[in-house]
T-cell receptor, first 112, second 116 residues
Framework: GENVEQHPSTLSVQEGDSAVIKCTYSDSASNYFPWYKQELGKGPQLIIDIRSNVGEKKDQRIAVTLNKTAKHFSLHITETQPEDSAVYFCAASRTGRRALTFGSGTRLQVQP | GAGVSQSPSNKVTEKGKDVELRCDPI?????LYWYRQSLGQGLEFLIY????????KSGLPSDRFSAERTGGSVSTLTIQRTQQEDSAVYLCASSLMGSGGKETQYFGPGTRLLVL
């Protein structure tokens, strides 16, 4: 089955700096890659996703890149703010299997 | 509109007791998912419903775990004879029916289960 590895497990940045979180996946058939943000005591919330037919997607301060050949994808957050502090999860799925396979999470701390 | 809701928000039980966790998906969402999140870990898939049927139960860890969905809406996850290793946050998500594997899954706040 699919396996998703996520790095780093913790990341501390200064407010205004950029943060990058990386994930690799094992199933070459995976074609959907969402990123979720989870705040303490809440369920995960989708922040951005990418399909396998594109290499990059941006939404304001957030961007995701996908390298299908290398089977890795990354989340980039620019101009970080304290409210970006949370746990971020990457995930992958493929057509025909609706379950998402999640990475182990990255705890991002943005220092004011 | 209302998001995915789950109840109870917290549940403390004794080892060996049965528990029922409830999920109310977003109105109109035909797909419903259960995941489990152990402390400090990622989310682990348990079961997926399309309507009232469960075409993918591959993540249920043992026969003590079961789930049902009625009326294409509310779902209940039941854990029988709970064990301490069942302690986790149980998350429910729902999505619209569409091309498989690419619909956004919207998550509820979870039920925090503690087995003493």
């Amino acid at each position: 089955g699919e396996n998703v590895e996520q790095h780093p497990s913790t990341l501390s940045v200064q407010e205004g700096d950029s943060a990058v979180i990386k994930c690799t996946y094992s199933d070459s058939a995976s074609n959907y890659f969402p990123w979720y943000k989870q705040e303490l005591g809440k369920g995960p919330q989708l922040i951005i996703d990418i399909r396998s037919n594109v290499g990059e997607k941006k939404d304001q301060r957030i961007a995701v890149t996908l390298n299908k050949t290398a089977k890795h994808f990354s989340l980039h957050i620019t101009e970080t703010q304290p409210e970006d502090s949370a746990v971020y999860f990457c995930a992958a799925s493929r057509t025909g299997r609706r379950a998402l396979t999640f990475g182990s999470g990255t705890r991002l701390q943005v220092q004011p | 509109g209302a998001g995915v809701s789950q109840s109870p928000s917290n549940k403390v039980t004794e080892k060996g007791k049965d528990v029922e966790l409830r999920c109310d998906p977003i109105s109109g969402h035909t797909a419903l998912y259960w995941y489990r999140q152990s402390l400090g870990q990622g989310l682990e898939f348990l079961i997926y419903f399309q309507g009232n049927s469960a075409p993918d139960k591959s993540g249920l860890p043992s026969d003590r775990f079961s789930a049902e969905r009625t009326g294409g809406s509310v779902s209940t996850l039941t854990i029988q004879r709970t064990q301490q290793e069942d302690s986790a946050v149980y998350l429910c998500a729902s999505s619209l029916m569409g091309s498989g594997g690419k619909e956004t899954q919207y998550f509820g706040p979870g039920t925090r289960l503690l087995v003493l």
